[in-house]
């Protein structure tokens, strides 16, 4: 019995329950789901006699490489085949559909690792097919056979009987070696996109008379992560546990997401800027018994969904049509600077959570952080008013100088020994003092409306530190001037230079 029927839960046992993802497995090519290049592939090769020996699909779990391999193995095998669309009638077809036909071998290499069980399949290739056009050996999870199984099966791939056909399937291709890699023909197999899942759902839910909405089905495709077996047994589950009418609260619920209020009150604290609702809201979490990484992934998920509606896209979020309008009224808060911010703030945070021994504490740390980094934007706003605006001007306005102090200083230069020296003792005071001093120095016009936001200060302090530097080479200049002047006839020259550092003697020595 497969996970998904083991989910069942509590209601009457019905024992002759096949799961969704048995029930509705393709049986004809055009019914596989979001692997339309490969489908289409296989179906031409069939239908131009190019048919191979060894074909491996890959990809990751669920997403249709075993169904694919079955209906391979039909196409090749049906009666009136070999041909792109099995009748699905004959013994064949109906043998490889329900697993038990004679000439097609499906072997799970997971379990089946050791070069013994190659040996095997190697004698049974060496006789004809007993009823049918081909032997057909289906081998799953191909990665897990040891070194020695490999090399035995690379003997029957380099010469293989006319009747043999291998189709292998593996999650994990790189763990193959080349040497049988070369020999297949491969097919890599994508996860599904969440609105072919989403559409397959709905006519699956559709079939069982089973009433589901859009927000509710959304969940389902997101805890699926494109594989659609995942998603047919999570559809089983939340029917198992909701009945014939599926509300989107209990999909939520079964499906362990965080409610839906919860990241609408972390989405309207964000707006505010509002750290302290946002580790409130951290023990509700906790207290609720809910997962914090799972609340920060779909935190995380909900800040992609609003940056994808700011950025004019929100026809790609996955939910109902008056969630999607929520989402995009929310947007509007936002800068698409601040969801991304925040978004990087999340992604680290989700990391960080998996490593630490105290999740709360770096979560509501962590709020903190998110709530802070939405003001930021003041930051920016500064600058473009600084940049833009006449509060700050005459401060800006010294940049021009900018420029011109390198030239000034390139012709004493080997760099500029002696604006070097200058700097550290040789300069009068007044002039080499704001360096060290200027940050805490002279009251500043743009420093009291702001000051209040540590951010802004730092920022401000960088941004001062600048204009602090065009000043002092300036004054280092107009103080290697001044100590030309000097070493010309005074012993304060000597006295510098002694005084000061290696780099000063060396220029002096120039
Ligand atoms: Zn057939």
Redesign the pocket.
């Known amino acids: 019995m497969s996970p998904a029927s083991l989910a069942l839960g509590p209601g009457p046992v019905r024992m002759k329950y096949q799961v969704i993802a048995r029930k509705f497995r393709p049986q004809a090519f055009q019914e596989v789901v979001g692997q339309d290049p490969i489908v289409q592939t296989l179906q031409n090769a069939i239908r131009m006699d190019r048919i191979g020996h060894a074909y491996l699909f890959s990809g990751p779990r669920g997403v249709g490489k075993t169904t694919t391999a079955r209906l391979l193995a039909?196409a090749l095998?049906?009666?009136?085949?070999p041909?792109p669309e099995?009748?699905?009638?004959?013994?064949?077809?109906?043998e490889i559909a329900g697993g038990g036909s004679i000439d097609v071998l499906e072997i799970d290499a997971a379990s089946n690792t050791g070069v013994d069980s190659i040996r095997e399949l190697r004698e049974s290739a060496r006789y004809a097919p007993s009823r049918d056009r081909f032997k057909i050996f289906i081998i799953d999870e191909v990665h897990m056979l040891s070194t020695s199984a490999f090399n035995a099966l690379l003997k029957t791939l380099e010469e293989p009987p006319p009747h043999i056909a291998f189709i292998m399937a593996t999650t994990e291709r790189h763990k193959l070696p080349a040497t049988i890699l070369s020999r297949c023909q491969q097919f890599a197999f994508r996860t599904i996109p969440p609105a072919e899942i989403r559409d397959h759902l709905r006519s699956v839910a559709g079939r069982e008379g089973v009433t589901i909405g859009d927000g509710a089905l959304s969940y389902v495709v997101r805890a699926a992560e494109g594989s659609m077996r995942d998603a047919q047994s999570l559809l089983d589950q939340v029917i198992a546990f909701g009945g014939q009418e599926i509300e989107d609260r209990d999909v939520r619920e079964v499906l362990g997401f965080v409610p839906a209020e919860f990241l609408d009150r972390a989405v309207d604290a964000l707006i505010q800027r509002d750290s302290r609702t946002l580790v409130e809201l951290v023990g509700d979490v906790v207290e609720q018994g809910l997962h914090l990484q799972q609340f920060v992934r779909e935190l995380l998920a909900r800040v992609r969904d609003l940056l994808l509606a700011r950025v004019g896209i929100g026809d790609a979020i996955l939910g109902s049509a008056g969630e999607r309008d929520a989402i995009a009224r929310q947007s509007e808060a936002f800068s698409e600077q601040d969801l991304v911010r925040f978004f990087d703030v999340l992604l680290k945070l989700e990391n960080d959570l998996r490593w630490t021994a105290e999740p709360r504490f770096h979560l509501e740390v962590g709020c903190v952080k998110l709530a802070k980094v939405a003001q930021l934007r003041d930051i920016e706003d500064l600058i473009r008013e600084m940049k833009g605006g006449s509060a700050s001007r005459p401060q800006l306005e010294e940049r021009p100088g900018r420029p011109a102090a390198p030239a000034l200083r390139a012709p004493g230069a080997g760099p500029d020994p002696v604006a070097v020296a200058a700097e550290p003792e040789a300069t009068p005071p007044a002039r080499s003092e704001p360096p060290e001093t200027g940050p805490d120095g002279p009251p500043d016009p743009t420093r009291d409306s702001v000051a209040a936001q540590p951010l802004v200060q730092g920022f401000l302090d960088v941004f001062r530190g600048e204009i602090i530097r065009v000043e002092s080479a300036d004054a280092d200049v107009e103080s290697a001037d001044a100590r030309v002047e000097s070493a010309d006839g005074s012993s304060d020259a000597a006295e510098a230079s002694g005084g000061s550092d290696e780099s000063s003697s060396q220029g002096a020595s120039r």
């Open positions: 039909k095998n049906c009666e009136s085949g041909t099995p009748c699905n009638g004959c013994p064949s077809c109906t």
